[in-house]
């Protein structure tokens, strides 16, 4: 042990481990590797197809959805660091941006079906719902957003 009241932690320059982005364009030029990456890997499917009455295997290139949690992965941190990132002032815009082009890759994919169009409804919070009310009627919102149906809506 030390000397009794030594207070050796206070000679450290610094606290804790030093975040892994210095700058928010460091932390958006990992980012546009990622996207770069999942643009450059997509995922490969082998179908069955006829040609000249014979049976071939053909491999088909399908489009890699992006994800966060792949995405911080791939830029070694985890989900909540990036939004720990997101909630500073100097690196909030570059969050919401790497967000923001998840976000529309999925939806755009989705839209083009090139991607299963429920499954990234769903990751993305959209939803197709159906509400009975006591009279037995239905009442449909498509792709609700998350806004609240108003009485208009009925």
Known sequence: ??????????????????PIYATPEAMWSAAVEYFEWVEDNPLWETKAAQYQGVQVDMTVSKMRAMTIQACCRFMGIGAQTLDDYGDREDFSGIVKEIKSVIYDQKFTGAAAELLNSNIIARELGLSDRKDHNVSGEVTTFNMNFGAKPTDADD
């Open 1 to 18: 042990m030390g000397v009794k009241g030594s207070k050796f932690w206070e000679a450290r320059s610094s606290h804790g481990r030093k």
